[in-house]
Every structure is written in C-alpha cells, then in structure tokens.
C-alpha cells in the first residue's frame, strides 16, 4: 500500500493550483491512505503515469452535470496523452465549501463522487474496448441489435460499479466499514441510484455473498435498476444511435426487468417524478405492467391483462421502523402474499411471510454476513415447533391432584378464567404477559387474551 502525500507526483496538479486551499487537498490524500481501493487504482496510475487529476475548466462540469468527470480520451495538450480525472474546484480552493471545511457527511458525499470516478479508470480499459463496438467493422459477427445491447449493458455495468464503489466509499468514511449499514440521515443523502444498489446488495447478501462476488452480482443486477434512470439510458442509447436495425425499447426492458419472457418485451415508457419514478411495460400477449418507485423505498406494481383488467396488485409500504411491508393482491383485492422485511444495523435481516394460497407462515432470519440462520414455516393456525417466542407463561403446580383421586366438583376444578388467568385448573394456570400484547388484544380483556392464545400465540 502506498502512503500518498500532498507532494505526491499523482496530486501534482491540484498542488501547483493558484489559491489551492492545503488542507483540503490534505483530506483528499488521506482519504487515498485510508480507502484501499483508491489507493491500489492511484498507485496504478502513479506507475503507468497515464493520468492527470485536475480541476475543472470552464462550462465542463455544468455539460457533464457532476461533480466530477473522469475522460479516457482527453486530448487537451497538457494532459500530454494521459487521462483525466476532472473534479470540481470547491473541493480545494476556498475556505468554507472545501474539503477541510465540509461537515462529515458532506465530505463523504464528496468522496463518493471522487471513489466513484477513480473506479472509472481502474476499469478504463473495458470502456476503451466497449467504444469499438460504435464502429461497425469492429467484431461484424454481431447483428445489430447484439451490438447495441453488449454496448448498453457494459456501459451500464461499469456505471454501477464506479456508483457501488462510491457508496462503499461514502460508508467507510462515515463510519470505517465499506460494508456497514447506514442512518436513516446518512441514507437520506444518497442519490434514488445508490438507494436501488443498496436493495441490490441486501439481495446478494441473502444469497450468501460478500466480497468480490458481492460486487459482481451488484454490477450484473444494479444495471437494471440503472437502466430505468433516464439520464443514463438515454446517454449510451444516443452514442449508438447510427447502429440500425434495433428495438431499443425491447432492448431496455431485457436490461432493465431481467425477466424470463424478457423477449416477449415490446414496449417501454419512464415517467421521472423527482420524488418517484414510473415505468410501464407491455408484452406481446397484451399484458401491462405499471411500476411506481418512491424515494423512500415505498411503491406500487400494477399488472393488467390484455383487456386491461387489474390482474394482480403489490403495494409495498415503508415502515417507521425501516422494515418494508409487501402486499400482493389479486385482481378482486384479495391478498395472495403479506410480506415484511425488517433489516437491522447490523446488516442481519429478518423476512415474516404470510402466504394465503398455501395457508403458509414463513419466518427466515438472515445473519449479518448474508448466511440463512433459520427458516421456519408453518401452517396457519397451527402450533410451530417450540422455538419460537411464546408471549404467554406457564405456572405449574408441584403438587398436582392424583390420577387416582376423584374430582369432588368437575365445574369448580375445571379450567376457566376467573383470578386474572387466562386459563387456570387445580393442576396449572396460564396467565398472559400483557406488556407483550397490543392494544387490540387487550380490548376485550380475557376473551381477547384468548384468542390471541388459540391464533396468534400458536405461531412463530
């Protein structure tokens, strides 16, 4: 690992700056000491000498519409050759918005975006390789369609990945973990894309993932969540805008839905909302799927059939706690699938399924490093195995009647619910702990108690 400095050859550039603020280009040298990643890509870069970290110029940041650029092709003399990463001025000349200055989530905000570009050009070479495909003459086995698409889905993938190495960034320099869980205040900072990828993420983590192949399935599945960002679709759809003979639509649907009828796909709309986004996809067969995402993680799937008729309906609400609820409807409103996620701090997640076609309830706890630790399911209305939480104890009586000895008074020795017990015989009582139930079950007193113990308290 490499200790960078201020004088180090890679921050040449920024240094020799007039009014350069030093202790906000300090930040960004010790961000590329703590941040191994972008400390392997710079020490690349300082051994190959093929790239220049800049400040912008001019209208450059304004035509790209970031705060930060990284370019492969730069042909700016001083450059010499060398690829440029591009950053925005404020982030070290000045005093109050630079680096130095920045509150903590601020600057990892800041950080984000540089991570995110450095990524760029550790993967430089596979958006060098992807250009050809806008020659034609280049790899002519392909039809056109398979050209646009090779070309869109690596484009989107490199996108995703400089986007997940940003997001590990902004959490490592929040809190030292690149892994970790985020606040819902730091979460409020993250773009609509990087909330989608942390979706993504908690999908591979499921699957047991971590690592490298963590990252992986989050560049293959987050370039569907990307593909339904306008801004970029429509950006690496212009640059092959000369290959004909395409559907770009069917195109975008394959890429943005992963579905097994994915060629079935024939038609594709976005509507961006700022605060939502709504997709709308039609198949061949007439059916209609109309999607609806909101910034905190709640929405609405609608799917009609050809006649346009409401076929089946998911309503997924986002919860004050930070778990999810998704409810899965037909048609005629009636549920087919109640769904909550709950996933904490610790990256360990806990998913309750009620399924109403197979009279099922499915409980899977998912450890902190993606790992299944237990999965439970059983009947409705039926007694689970014993492990689960019971919110009712048992008093047993340690002298019980005799079985020899006759009952002087079946209506007085037998159960009932007199003295405050739920249950109570000469043998053992069975008292509810209260604290533990909601209101709705201590509405009606004792007959309540009741039947959340014959429901409710019989499952997990």
């Known amino acids: 690992m490499t200790i960078f400095s201020i004088d180090s050859a890679i921050f040449a550039s920024l240094r020799s700056t007039t009014n350069v603020n030093f202790v906000a280009l300090q930040r960004l040298v010790e961000a590329a000491n703590q941040n191994q990643e972008l400390n392997l890509a710079l020490t690349q870069a300082t051994d190959r000498n093929d790239l220049v970290i800049r400040m912008a110029e001019g209208l450059e940041l304004q035509q790209i519409g970031a705060g930060a650029f990284f370019d492969y092709t730069s042909g700016r003399p001083e450059d010499r050759g060398r690829m440029a990463l591009v950053i925005d001025p404020a982030w070290i000349i000045g005093g109050s918005a630079t680096l130095g200055a920045l509150s903590r989530g601020t600057r990892a905000s800041v950080l984000n975006v540089f991570s995110h570009e450095v990524d760029h050009y ?87 993932l971590n690592g490298t192949g963590l990252e992986t399935f989050v560049g ?38 992963r579905l097994d009828q994915a060629d079935d796909i024939t038609e594709w709309s976005e509507r961006d909302d700022g605060d939502s986004l709504t997709s709308t996809l039609v198949y061949r067969n007439g059916e209609r799927v109309l999607e609806t995402q909101n910034l905190d993680h709640s929405g609405r799937t609608l799917r009609f059939d050809a006649a346009n008729r409401l076929i089946e309906r998911t309503e997924v609400t986002a919860n004050a706690d930070g778990s999810r609820t998704f409810l899965v409807l037909d048609g005629n409103g009636m549920p087919l699938l109640n769904q909550r996620v709950q996933t904490f701090d610790d990256g360990s997640s806990i998913a309750r399924n009620v399924d109403f076609a197979h009279q099922t309830l499915t409980e899977v706890s998912t450890a902190s490093d993606g790992s299944i630790h237990e999965t439970l399911t059983v009947p409705l209305g039926q007694a689970a195995n014993g492990t689960e939480t019971n919110f009712f104890k048992g008093v047993v009586i340690t002298n019980p009647v005799p079985t020899s000895e006759l009952i002087p008074d079946a209506t007085s020795a037998g159960p009932s619910a007199l003295n405050n017990t739920l249950l109570s015989a000469p043998t053992y009582s069975i008292a509810a702990i209260s604290t533990w139930l909601g209101d709705v079950n201590l509405a009606q007193g004792n007959q309540a108690l009741a039947n959340y113990f014959l429901t409710d308290g019989l499952r997990p």
């Open 122 to 208: 550790a993967r430089a070479q596979v958006l060098i390789d992807n250009d050809q495909l806008r020659n034609l003459s280049y790899r002519p086995e392909l039809s056109a369609e398979q050209r646009f698409e090779l070309y869109i889905t690596t484009q989107m993938q490199t996108e995703v990945q400089g986007w997940y190495a940003g997001l590990r960034a902004y959490r490592r320099e929040l809190g030292g973990d690149p892994q970790a869980s985020l606040s819902a205040l730091d979460t409020q900072r993250l773009t609509q894309v990087e909330r989608l990828l942390l979706d993504v993420e908690s999908q591979g983590r499921r699957l047991g």
């Open 220 to 257: 293959e599945k987050g370039a569907a969540a990307l593909s339904r960002n306008s801004d970029y679709w429509n950006r690496y759809a212009s640059a092959m805008s000369h290959v004909s003979g395409t559907n770009a639509n069917a195109v975008r649907g394959r890429l943005a839905y």
